[in-house]
């Protein structure tokens, strides 16, 4: 998490509190939730900002699983990071056209999967390894694919000068991840929505695509809202999903009510897909977004629906069936509203974290423990940081209140007039969501 030593040894102090109790969809849950402790693992960089002493620290919140119950009681469990450090730029013009992108403060950061040790008591909760994901021996980083490529999301990596920064042919945007039979990550991500296979030691050794291994239709996810779970059921089957409605034809990002829930025999390539209906209540349905999911067994999994209605923030966990739900054909009939009689899967709400003391945005990492009744849930801190605009002419600055023209390299403020000296950095983010946390829900009957 992006803070000082200083503030982290602070928020450590006060890492858990006591068990309380809440009564929640019929169930009572105790809850416990340590701030995730990154600090063996830096990032360099390179700013002057004092607040981060030229290093940030991972976030590893992207997706979770357990990886091993140990004798004294702690848990290890894997996890993940997302792409790396990024922030929102202003309103980029060049020649005339708008070109879409994002702040790279540390462009080279590798995507990786941490060990993530929780004590006994659930108060201490420390990243101790982190396994580094390579190709052909060389680290990838979170920079978007070449245009052009499948997947593309045509993004600009940029650094605060608002210089381009290039592209990686393997840049993932990492999001979920599992644990196969013998050892292999399986990993899904937000650009393509790719889905790669690595080895113990991080090693990819394959990609599945859309059109490649994925369904083709998959390609046409919104930017940035590809494949945000991932997991693998008891047959050895991965089943992901893409974590907003897709935009088909460019029409259907904000219309249609369904995500796409997917899945994949890793042997076969047999691929298939479901529809899960988001709740209703949004004006946009493109407002909603999937978490995580996690194996229950007999075709049943656990889900984190989430998303902004009348500009309320909502966190819920819900058991799905994929038992007797409509197989969806690889088109977009789903989408534009073409395909008829159209059974989603099935939901049934299990946890509302919020009334359960969840305060965080996003909840993007889930898995249940063996004893089958404690829900272990992961935010994703967006490595802390946000972009901060210092501006002279403005007190309180907002990165969307500005243009910047290319070709005069001026910004503009939303006014229409040219500021001048306006420098981009970092800040740290909302206080709330700062911190990388892992949460307990331990209900009253097992799942």
Not at 10 to 17: F, I, K, N, P
Not at 74 to 102: A, L, M, W
Not at 111 to 123: E, F, K, M, Q, Y
Not at 306 to 328: F, R
Request: neutral net charge; contains cysteine.
């Amino acid at each position: 998490m992006s803070i000082s030593k200083k503030l982290l040894a602070a928020s450590l102090s006060v890492l858990c509190l006591s068990p309380l109790s809440f009564t929640n969809a019929a169930e009572a849950v105790e809850v416990r939730h340590a701030i995730v402790d990154t600090s063996a693992f830096p990032i360099p960089y390179a700013g002057k900002e004092e607040v981060f002493h030229h290093k940030l620290f991972p976030g590893y919140g992207s997706a979770l699983t357990l990886k091993s119950v140990n004798e004294d009681g702690s848990i290890d469990f894997y996890t993940i990071t997302d792409r790396g450090p990024n922030g929102d730029v202003p309103k980029y013009v060049k020649g005339g056209k708008k070109k879409s992108g994002k702040i790279f403060p540390a462009p080279s950061f590798n995507p990786n999967i941490g060990i993530l040790h929780v004590s006994a008591d659930r108060t201490k909760a420390v990243v101790t390894d982190s396994i580094p994901l390579t190709v052909d021996g060389k680290k990838i980083t979170g920079k978007a694919i070449p245009k052009g490529s499948v997947g593309s999301t045509k993004e600009t990596a940029f650094d605060f000068n608002l210089k381009d920064l290039g592209t990686d042919p393997n840049g993932l945007d990492t999001e979920g991840l599992a644990v196969d039979r013998i050892g292999h990550f399986w990993i899904s991500d937000e650009y393509g929505p790719f889905v790669v296979e690595a080895d113990r030691a991080g090693r990819i050794i394959r990609k599945l695509a859309p059109g490649n291994g994925l369904p083709s239709i998959l390609a046409s996810r919104v930017p940035n809202r590809g494949s945000e779970g991932l997991t693998i059921d008891e047959k050895g089957r991965l089943v992901g999903f893409v974590q907003s409605p897709l935009d088909v034809e460019k029409k259907t990002k904000k219309t249609s009510p369904y995500c796409r829930i997917f899945t994949v025999d890793p042997e076969t390539g047999k691929t298939a897909m479901y529809a899960y209906q988001v709740d209703g209540g949004y004006k946009d349905f493109g407002k909603a977004k999937l978490g995580d999911i996690a194996p229950l067994g007999n075709n049943k999994f656990l889900v984190i629906e989430q998303g902004k209605q009348n500009k309320k923030m909502q966190n819920l966990i819900y058991e799905i069936d994929l038992t007797g739900a409509t197989v969806i054909p690889d088109d977009g009939q789903l989408e534009l509203g073409t395909l008829k009689n159209v059974k989603p899967v099935s939901k049934k709400l299990i946890l509302d974290m919020r009334k359960a003391g969840w305060k965080l945005e996003k909840a993007e990492g889930l898995t249940l423990l063996p004893d089958r009744k404690t829900i272990v849930v992961v935010n994703d801190n967006d490595f802390g940081i946000s972009v901060d605009v210092q501006d002279p002419q403005v007190a309180e600055t907002d990165v969307e209140d500005y243009t910047y023209d290319a070709d005069q390299k001026v910004y503009i403020y939303k006014d229409g007039k040219v500021h001048r000296n306006v420098k981009l950095g970092l800040k740290e983010n909302d206080p709330v969501d700062r911190h990388n946390e892992i949460w307990f829900f331990t209900l009253d009957e097992k799942l």
